[in-house]
C-alpha cells in the first residue's frame, strides 16, 4: 500500500530582517491546540531562541481565527500546554502576537504568554471553557497576572464575547487598530532598534511576576484540568459543542 502523505507542519516560519514569524497554520481546524500545533510551536520558539540573528518572534495565523483553544479531538497534555506557554514567557527574545480574527479559550493564554498583543478591531475574543463544563485553568498561569480582576472575574464566568477594544482595556492585547500590520510596525522598529542584551534582561524584569506564578500553581492548575478533562460534565459539553448543541445543563 502507498504511504499516507506527508502532513503539513502546523506551524509556517518566516524570518525578516532579524524577526522570525510563527504562524499557526491549521485553519481547517482553526488554529486549534493539538498535540501537534502545540509540540510544533513549541519546537520552533527553541530554534528561534538559538538563532543568534534572531532578535524577535511573531506569534500570528493562518485563516479567519487566531486560535480556537483546545482541539476537542486531539487535545494537547496539560504539561505540554504548561511547556509551551512558559517556554514563550521565558524566551529570551520578546513574543508578540499578532492577532488578525478571533480567539477563543486556550488561545488566550498564547496572548497571554506574549509580552505584547496587537490586533485588529475586527478581533473577537471569549473564554469559553465554561460552556464545555471545564474551567480556563492552565491558560490562567500566565493570564491571571496581567488581567484586570474584575474583568475577568466576568469573561470567565459567562463566557461572553468581547471585542478587541475590550480585550485591549483589560490588557489582554497591547493596542487594537483598523489595520494590525500597521499597529505592528512601530513595535517591530522599536525591538530591531534595540540590544540583545538589554531585550534578554528587561523581559526578565518584566516576567517575574509571571514565573511566579507559573512555580507556585503550576501543578495545581494541570491536576484540576486533567480532572475537569476526564469528567462526566466535560464529556457531555464536548460531545455537545461536536453535535452543535446545547449541553444537558443549559436552561
Known amino acids: 500500500m502507498p504511504a499516507d502523505p506527508p502532513q503539513a507542519p502546523p506551524v509556517r516560519t518566516t524570518h525578516t530582517r532579524g524577526v522570525t514569524t510563527l504562524a499557526l497554520d491549521a485553519p481547517e481546524r482553526r488554529n486549534a491546540l493539538s498535540s501537534a500545533l502545540v509540540d510544533g510551536l513549541a519546537a520552533e520558539l527553541g530554534r ?107 469573561y470567565y464566568l459567562t463566557g461572553e464575547r468581547f471585542d478587541a477594544a475590550e480585550a485591549a482595556r483589560i490588557g489582554l492585547v497591547t493596542a487594537a487598530g483598523a489595520d494590525v500590520d500597521e499597529e505592528l510596525a512601530p513595535v517591530l522598529a522599536g525591538l530591531r532598534a534595540a540590544s ?9 524584569l518584566l516576567t517575574v511576576k509571571v514565573l511566579e506564578t507559573f512555580d507556585r500553581d503550576a501543578r495545581a492548575l494541570t491536576a484540576l484540568s486533567a480532572r475537569l478533562f476526564g469528567s462526566a460534565q466535560a464529556r457531555e459539553g464536548m460531545t455537545a459543542f461536536l453535535e452543535r448543541r446545547d449541553p444537558a445543563w443549559a436552561l
Open 48 to 154: 528561534a531562541e538559538r538563532d543568534d540573528d534572531v532578535r524577535a518572534v511573531v506569534l500570528t495565523h493562518t485563516g479567519s481565527t487566531f486560535c480556537a483553544g483546545a482541539d476537542l479531538r486531539d487535545p494537547p497534555d496539560p504539561d505540554a500546554l504548561v511547556g509551551l506557554l512558559r517556554r514563550i514567557v521565558e524566551l529570551p527574545k520578546p513574543v508578540v502576537a499578532r492577532v488578525d480574527g478571533h480567539v477563543r479559550a486556550g488561545g488566550l493564554g498564547l496572548l497571554g504568554a506574549c509580552d505584547i498583543a496587537v490586533a485588529s478591531h475586527t478581533s473577537t475574543y471569549a473564554f469559553t471553557e465554561v460552556r464545555i463544563g471545564v474551567a480556563p485553568a492552565v491558560i490562567s498561569l500566565p493570564l491571571l497576572p496581567r488581567l484586570d480582576p474584575r474583568a475577568v472575574a466576568r
Open 196 to 204: 540583545p542584551q538589554a531585550l534578554a534582561e528587561t523581559k526578565r
